[in-house]
């Protein structure tokens, strides 16, 4: 019990002193994650309007493919991502490996079939009208895509944030391509195990309730702007 | 009507499905001003042939066009498209205020903001919903939505407009309140239009023609008395609300009067033919005039029948009285005369129609 009270109170001594290791850690993490997120929404949303608006042969294969995909383990992404960007691999001259930008690019392949499963759903979900009548208003092709993505804009926020919470909470990916560099590429996940690794349950409880801390800021937002958009 | 423009046309409209024909209509006109009925029941082909006319369908063969320019059926082509306007069955409306609802066709067009407003406004005005244009769409009744869904293709100005079924969903009054305020909107806007209904009344109300369609064919075409009066067919009978059909043999012809043998009973009607022909009758139950003392001194209908009461339906404020007259026979009466007649199921009473409200056709 004195454990868990201790790793309490070092967290809030870490939080209210605002602990530099700490801070840089929890920036990196926001850093890497919201840009793997943003990277992510661009290609989940577009491909997954083009998926669930075009018609194609085997269109319905591709889309189980991306479903399952939204539950790829961050291990297997990490050791592809390590393969993809090793010394003697595809794109080993970019020498990008266990830096930030590998990271980025592990959690994008893990976050963008989440926000493109979801886009998917979101727009075969909307009336099968809806496409015709917005044409019947007079829209041009790129003007209805752009008025069905407005129309699915809450569940797309719910994709936001799945993706988001996704990558934010992984460790494993960002431990294979990263290296959990200390002042480089350690993030709020890497630095918990490794705390935890080390016995320092204080400090892996702090960087546990930051976690949780962000997770539940970042959602808190976006459910906000979900229900200011729902009538009362 | 003979001098307005031809706005839209189809000649050799074919529309496949599966490898089945669900739409074949060798020649269609809409002139400017006029508005034309397509009525029949489900899966007659109206919302089909509706879709084809706002190039929103590819049409398996045939040509459609707009003031004599050939119309193309492609999503890139708005040309067409912003001249028209469609209305579908089911309320489409996005997920935004009444007022963006109402402004997004002239957002698309590029509208300037001020020009919007002002439409938009004016819009609203007329179809009695501008006390709601702040609402969001998800929090009106079915008449609010499809009053939205109405104002939404009537603010862009459309030079004809498409509606498929625009009242099934609303309960009467509703409807009835709607229609008429769209009557309205549409002979002040003065576009032509072209209304899905399988409603003889919203036909009548809102059409100067008629098209009772059946199986994705046209079963007959006319103005709406016309059609009304002298439906071709049973099933064009039975879709301009003639709800007496019964088939009958000529049993002798002469000056231009038909005496005619229904179940042994003798009708005489006005028409030609030859002795010993089959032909089907039909007649609009409001033609069918109730008594319960016998009228043959004081009445000039030459048909006058005794017959008992098999059942009395009450539709709003019109009650259908069933009767047996030797051959079946309905009747509308309103329920303040179905109170003065003090009639029931079961009471014997006498039905008298004219030779003149007795509508015949060869069977075919």
Not at chain 2, 3 to 17: F, N
Not at chain 2, 197 to 212: F, K, N, P, W
Not at chain 2, 259 to 282: I, K, M, N
Not at chain 2, 313 to 327: E, I, R, T
Request: hydrophobic share 50%.
């Amino acid at each position: 019990m004195d454990l868990i009270l201790d790793g309490f109170r070092m967290a809030w001594h870490l939080l209210v002193t605002l602990d530099k290791e700490v801070l840089g850690v929890t920036l990196l993490s926001l850093k890497v994650s919201g840009l793997a997120t943003l990277i992510s929404l661009l290609i989940g949303v577009v491909g997954g309007t083009v998926i669930a608006l075009a018609e194609f042969p085997g269109k319905r294969i591709l889309v189980s493919v991306v479903n399952t995909s939204m539950g790829l383990p961050p291990v297997v992404v990490g050791l592809f991502v390590t393969i993809m960007l090793w010394r003697n691999g595809p794109f080993g001259e970019w020498e990008i490996l266990y830096t930030p930008a590998a990271m980025v690019i592990a959690q994008t392949v893990i976050a963008s079939p989440i926000v493109m499963g979801i886009s998917i759903a979101a727009i075969q979900n909307l009336p099968p009208n809806l496409r015709l009548q917005i044409l019947a208003l007079g829209a041009s092709r790129p003007q209805m895509v752009w008025l069905l993505v407005r129309e699915a804009r809450l569940p797309l926020l719910a994709a936001i944030m799945a993706g988001f919470g996704g990558v934010i909470s992984e460790v494993g990916a960002s431990i294979m391509v990263g290296g959990n560099i200390k002042g480089y590429t350690r993030v709020l996940t890497t630095a918990t195990v490794m705390e935890t690794g080390k016995g320092n349950f204080d400090t892996a409880i702090a960087l546990g309730i930051i976690l949780l801390l962000i997770c539940f800021a970042i959602n808190y937002l976006l459910t906000l702007v979900q229900q200011r958009e729902r009538p009362r | 009507m003979s001098a307005a423009r031809e706005l839209l046309q189809a000649r050799g409209l074919v529309v496949r499905r599966g490898g089945a024909e669900v739409l074949t209509i060798p020649e269609f006109c809409l002139h400017e001003r006029e508005s034309v009925a397509l009525i029949g029941p489900n899966g007659a082909g109206k919302s089909t042939m509706l879709l084809a006319l706002a190039s929103l369908l590819k049409p398996s063969a045939g040509e459609i066009s707009f003031l004599g320019s050939p119309v193309i059926a492609s999503s890139g082509d708005t040309s067409y498209r912003r001249r028209i306007a469609m209305v579908f069955q089911e309320p489409l409306l996005f997920d935004a205020t009444v007022f963006d609802n109402v402004a997004s066709g002239l957002k698309i067009r590029g509208v300037p903001g001020d020009e919007i407003r002002r439409r938009v406004g004016e819009t609203l005005e007329r179809f009695r919903i501008d006390h709601l244009a702040g609402r969001s769409a998800r929090r009106l009744s079915g008449g609010e939505v499809q009053r939205t869904s109405l104002a939404r293709a009537f603010a862009t100005k459309p030079e004809v407009v498409l509606l498929d079924e625009p009242f099934t969903a609303l309960d009467p009054p509703t409807r009835h309140g709607l229609m008429l305020d769209l009557a309205e909107v549409m002979r002040e806007s003065g576009c032509a239009a072209v209304i899905s209904t399988h409603d003889q009344m919203e036909a009548l109300r809102l059409a100067d023609r008629m098209i009772v369609m059946q199986g994705g064919r046209v079963v007959q075409s006319g103005t709406t008395s016309e059609v009304t009066a002298n439906p071709v067919n049973e099933f064009a009978a039975s879709f301009v609300g003639m709800e007496n059909v019964f088939s009958g043999v000529v049993v002798s012809a002469g000056e231009g009067v038909l005496v005619l043998d229904v179940a042994g009973q003798h009708l005489e009607v006005v028409g030609s033919g030859t002795p010993g022909e089959r032909v089907v009758l039909c007649a609009h139950p409001e033609h069918v005039v109730v008594t319960t003392v016998d009228p043959h001194h004081r009445t000039s209908a030459r048909n006058v029948f005794p017959g008992k009461v098999s059942r009395v339906l009450q539709f709003g404020a019109v009650n259908k009285l069933y009767l047996d007259c030797g051959f079946p026979l309905v009747a509308s009466v309103t329920s303040h005369a179905l109170q003065d007649l003090g009639v029931a199921a079961g009471s014997r009473v006498f039905a008298s129609f004219k030779a003149t409200s007795v509508h015949i056709f060869r069977k075919g």
